[in-house]
C-alpha cells in the first residue's frame, strides 16, 4: 500500500487506491514529468549500484538500441511512492528505457489522460501503477489492441493479457499478525484502523478477520480513512477512539500511513507502554518511527520499494523479450520488528536491505543480460 499502499480495483488505491484507497488519497492536480532513464538526462536515484551485472546478450528489441516506456503513477501521501519511482527509473536506466513518466496524484480523469497520451506516444510499453480497473480498463484495451505491451502494479484490471505484478498483501498481514499473535494474549481488545474498498487493504482485513477469530481477540473500535494527508487526518480518529477504550492492548493498521496516526495518537493519548501498534509496510520514514525513543510502533511487514519498483520495470523488461512466459508476479515481503531494528541499529532502507538480502529482490523477474540494481 506501499507502503505500499494497498491496492485498486474500480475505486483508486491510495497505494491502495479506490474512491478512498485506490483513488490514491489525493485530489491534488496532476503533474506529469518526463523523466528519460536514458541517454536523454533523466537523474535516476544516484545510489543506485548494480546487485548483479548482465553477462548475456541482451534480446530484441534491447538489442536494437533504446527502448520507450511509458510509467503511469497515481502516487499517494508518504515515501513509499518515491522510492518505488527511485527504484523504476534507476532500472529503466540500466536496462536502456527511455522512460516517461506521468503522475495523476489520485486524479482519476488525469490519470486516464495520461494513459491515452502514452498509448500515442509511440511506445512499447505501458506500466501503470495503481488506478482504478474501471478508469483505466478501456484505454488498457486500446493499448493491447495497438501491441502496447501493459504492466501493471496494484491494479486489478480485467484484461487477461495484462501482466499483473503486485505485493502479496496476505502475507504481509499474515506475517506482522503472527508476530501480534506472539505478543497478545488470546482473548486482548484491540483496536482495528482501516479502509474498506481498496483491495490491497481489503486483502490484509480478510486476513485480521481469520487471525482475530483464532486468536479470540476482540476488537473495540474500527476507525480509518484515506484522504490527500491520511496520516495527519487519522491521528484525531484514533485518538479519540483510544480515549473511548484506553483498555486495549493493541491497535493493528494495516497501511503505514495508519500505522503512524495510530502511533501518534497513543502517543498523544499516554498510552506508550501500554498499547502497541502492529502495521504494514515499511520505508525510511517508517524505520525513523519504528526505532525513536519508546516507540509504540513494535512491528510491521513490508517490501522495499525501490526494489519493488525496480522489478516491475525488469517485468516489463522480460514481457518486451517475450521471455516472461506468465501474467502475474508478487513480491514477498518479510516481518520487521522494531527489536530487530534496534538490534541491528537499522535507521534507514539501505541498511535493511543489507541486514535482510531478500528485500533486493534480486531474483525475481532477473535474466543473465539484465543489470538488476539495488539500491
Not at 212 to 232: H, L, M, N, P, Y
Request: net charge negative; charged share 20%; glycine share 6%.
Amino acid at each position: 500500500m506501499a507502503p505500499s499502499l494497498p491496492r485498486t480495483n474500480s475505486r483508486a488505491r491510495i497505494p491502495l487506491i479506490s474512491a478512498a484507497l485506490l483513488a490514491l488519497l489525493t485530489t491534488a492536480a496532476c503533474s506529469q514529468q518526463s523523466n528519460s532513464a536514458s541517454a536523454t538526462g533523466s537523474s535516476p536515484d544516484a545510489n543506485a549500484t548494480a546487485a548483479s551485472v548482465a553477462t548475456g546478450a541482451k534480446p530484441a528489441p534491447f538489442s536494437k538500441g533504446i527502448v520507450k516506456v511509458a510509467l503511469v503513477r497515481q502516487s499517494g501521501a508518504g515515501d513509499f511512492f518515491e522510492q518505488w519511482g527511485s527504484g523504476a527509473k534507476a532500472q529503466a536506466k540500466a536496462l536502456g528505457i527511455d522512460l516517461t513518466v506521468y503522475d495523476a496524484q489520485a486524479d482519476n480523469a488525469t490519470e486516464a489522460t495520461d494513459l491515452s497520451t502514452a498509448i500515442s506516444s509511440g511506445v512499447s510499453a505501458i506500466i501503470i501503477d495503481h488506478g482504478f480497473a474501471a478508469t483505466v480498463d478501456p484505454l488498457i484495451n486500446q493499448a493491447e489492441a495497438k501491441g502496447i505491451d501493459v504492466v501493471t502494479f496494484d491494479v486489478d484490471s480485467t484484461n487477461p493479457k495484462v501482466v499483473s505484478t503486485e505485493q502479496s498483501d496476505a502475507d504481509l498481514a499474515q506475517d506482522v499478525l503472527k508476530v501480534a499473535a506472539q505478543d497478545l494474549p488470546k482473548g486482548s481488545k484491540v483496536g482495528y484502523v482501516n479502509v474498506a474498498g481498496y483491495p490491497a487493504l481489503d486483502a490484509r482485513d480478510t486476513v485480521w478477520q481469520k487471525v482475530k477469530a483464532t486468536e479470540s481477540w476482540s476488537q473495540e473500535f474500527k476507525v480509518g480513512e484515506v484522504t490527500d494527508s491520511t496520516e495527519t487526518d487519522n491521528v484525531p480518529l484514533v485518538s479519540a477512539a483510544l480515549l473511548q477504550h484506553a483498555d486495549v492492548a493493541a491497535v493493528f493498521a494495516p497501511y503505514d500511513e495508519l500505522a503512524k496516526a495510530s502511533t501518534i495518537a497513543v502517543q498523544n493519548d499516554n498510552l506508550v507502554g501500554k498499547v502497541k501498534v502492529f502495521g504494514i509496510d515499511i520505508s525510511n520514514a517508517d524505520i525513523q518511527i519504528l526505532t525513536e525513543a519508546d516507540s509504540p510502533w513494535v512491528a510491521t511487514a513490508g517490501t522495499d520499494p525501490s526494489s519493488v519498483g525496480a522489478a516491475v520495470v525488469r517485468t516489463a523488461a522480460l514481457q518486451l523479450a517475450g521471455q516472461l512466459g506468465k501474467t502475474t508476479v508478487d513480491f514477498p515481503g518479510v516481518a520487521i520488528t522494531r527489536q530487530f531494528l534496534l538490534d541491528h541499529k537499522i535507521t534507514n532502507m539501505d541498511q535493511l536491505r543489507a541486514a535482510i538480502p531478500a528485500l533486493n529482490l534480486s531474483d525475481v523477474s532477473a535474466a543473465n543480460w539484465i543489470s538488476v540494481v539495488s539500491h
